[in-house]
């Protein structure tokens, strides 16, 4: 595998989707687990070391309020780890976007939009296929289609 | 010891100040540790360790930023966590406050104000207050000098 | 009774539940009063009163906007207060956050998340438990099962 | 005395002057106290029931961090409060205003600006004077006053 | 008429009926206009020169977004003003909040919480009353009512 | 004159420099007026009235707190508007952002960002620069000056 | 062509159109296109080199979350640039208001309100119809309405 | 060279510090530009052709206020990017925060904290150490010093 994604909580579930909807359109082998930074801290362990074990270049984690996960996760692996807030029903996922970003000096968390789970896949591809032509020529061509739906969007508008 | 105080940098040592003095002050012995969450994980451990076989009563855990110290040592134990966000040169602690106060269901962290050291001691003196009628005798002493202050406050400025 | 439950409205009710489920559940006595600081001061007093008079051990107080409630009962006693913000239809709770956790020194309140009752029942339990051998091991038990969810979810989703 | 000025906390007489001044330069008798919500519940009865004995107009209550002195204030008593925000070492007094703005129904705060000290004294002032044509005349004067100040600034620079 | 209100816009109608209805429910009469600062200047100058020759004591402006209409009628009359800012589709009333309270010295607005219509009626109730023993009795029968209703729930939920 | 500046107070003068100086930099003729809107109305309408009669083409108007100065003129006239949020001690300009920018429909005001005293002189000469090829060419030249400061920036520092 | 609008995405299309709208109803002759500063910056570029070849005079731009379209347009073109924040499921477009206003020095974004399209499109007629008279005719035929509108409303409720 | 940093200002440098020691300590080849997003769009196409072509692995762009350089790179590029918002003297690095970290679908920004240059380093060089067992050695050793400095701190302090 080469990424393991990690959800704080079941029902993150739902916003997870796009992160692996877009990991298998790139033929990326992935390994999901549910395993919260405070109930569950032996399974954070445990895939964080299957994920070193079997090679993962990038972690993806993604957690709501205050989200410790992805910066738990930062200070017990060298393996990059990208972190994704989630929105709850109060305050618009500001409190996650915070207990993630703000990591003190020492261990970083590469942090994307709140509920940015399509772009927490697209920089753990990016960062894959430093050393993957394969991917970056698939990137490419994903980038591509953004720019032609663009495009036809204009067309279909009559612009 | 009763109280158990970890500070998530030798930096908020300042900030830690009026908990350890009004601590001092009303005679309840505690332990102090500097013990970072992302950097030194085992010492947080050990320290919670040996509180819990010491009987401590609560533990106050005081750190900024993306401050996962407090809830991170609330998943690890059944002693009560008091949560201290300590504000830093941006964002005025409001990062560290939704980062302790906003823990999700299960782990909570009893949150004080912003750079409320001497709080988070009087919260933690008022717990064990519960069974040790002279710490309650001390906590309505000090009530009842900040109210004489305030009198002599008025008495001082002729008011 | 353990525990003192005061509510700043009726309207908070809803949102009080699973404070008073978690109570029912760990089997810890609670009283519960619909009490507003405002309205009605002296139900607030006697309230207080009375949760002395049967030596409780935590009062939890809910309110939302100006939420005063947890620190006005925070200023008439010694037991320890927990202090729930309920978010109202604007401003998603920050209003009623900044109310009760930002005491100013002498007189804290044991803040938890924004709607977290919940937390604030555990919270209460995890004080009283300190001297309760039983409801320590309802509490380890409790997070137990709450582990026990999150390795179940990884099995029901495949993972 | 037509105006009773509370202060919760000594440290809050410096941003308190403008209000003093401003009722002494419109010669509105007033009575200063500092009187904590918290610290002297006690204090703030009387002040508010020699208030209404001595047929004062208006009460003007300053606090910051969770500000509860001008709501406190407000339920207890059918005078007019105005409340002031006071700014603090973080936060900029958005805490304050909002403890004192956002009131539930039932108990209006007037709230004017953070540190608007000044305003609540002129506040103050436009509500005695509604029965007072020698007050409705200064009034009016310091209007034009503070007109002229803009027309000699732009004197001054050549404007 | 005592109270004049207005409206910066035909759309915070609604809004502004929990003001309207408080103070028919007292008694006090009010002229009610729609009066945008920015698209009727002429009507707001008129309404309230109209309620300066009428005798009005108070006038209550509601407006959202960059509320002007409360601060623009404080610098256009003497009579005290009391601002409600209306929460909108984005921002929740802040824009409105930080527009209303944080007038520059010299002009204050007595504001109320967002969407505080019903406390605007009472502020201006309170105020008013201050000349009317009879609505002073009215504003304690409507605290009292209010306390009934808390005592109530509590009987009615059998607490 | 093409462009006429309003102060909302004289103490902005400091932070409106940077805007005088680059409409002197660009030969551009300009009026500067300290007008507040609340103070001075009257002052406010005549130097529109002046504007308009001079066949000015921008209005820049600079105001702090609830900065209505900037919306106020935009009521006024059909000269496009600027508006630029003064900061203040507390809220960092936030509250002015919100009083300028949030305009309701009808009235825009063109702000620029907080203190952005340079930025609102380069958006009134783009405006103007619209029928005057003279000053597209200073525009470009500045633009290509910005640029050398960044190549020599790199230069000097051995980038 | 007078005015080029730029969308940020196909999916801001419903908010664009009171922009869209209010030229038709003007009769300013405008083009549509939706280009991405990052997905299609040579679209981006071709349309400001027809704008600019075209002579339009105003470039509306519109874009939500990290929106850098309205800047990125300002920074390659001498004709004025009207910035629209986007509002998104979270943040209320907060994050679009600081990624448009907050413009560093010497390339300034006109920003209107959160969602203000038709305020763009009014800002955009202001800037032309200083070289218009027919356009100034209209602008201030359609203030009457809106006068009249607010006239009517007071009419139809009986105010 | 490995890492390309990308500075949105001089004025930047000095937040840059940390991040540029950082690689140097770790002996990770970097090559550093000044190169405005709108000043030198040029400067920044060909800094980015340059690091594509000599294999970069990692860009680092740092910028503040309307943040757009990390975004506008990030679009450039398959090459992963690094944004670090910087702090200006309003607002705290709140809007570059959101100019950065709020990218839409597509073009991912690593975001690290408000003036994170030195955890930007360490990201970027956890990025190159997954192909690089030296330099993984060195991040260890470096976590290894962390955690050293935390153990010294205690014994310093005696505690």
Known sequence: MEVLILLGSKSDMDKALPCIDTLKEFGVPYTLKIASAHRTPELVDKAIKDAEANGSKVIIAMAGMAAHLPGVV????????????????????????YAIVQMPSGYPVATV?????????????????????NLKTKLQANR????????RANEELGL
Chains 1, 2, 3, 4, 5, 6, 7, 8 share one sequence.
């Open 74 to 97: 930062a200070s017990k692996t060298l393996i990059p780890v990208i972190g994704v807030p989630i929105s709850n029903k109060n305050l618009d996922g500001q409190d996650a976007l």
């Open 113 to 133: 939009a709140i509920d940015g789970a399509k772009n927490s896949a697209l920089l753990a591809i990016q960062i894959i296929a430093q050393n993957n032509p």
């Open 144 to 151: 591509d289609k953004m720019k032609a739906e663009v495009m």
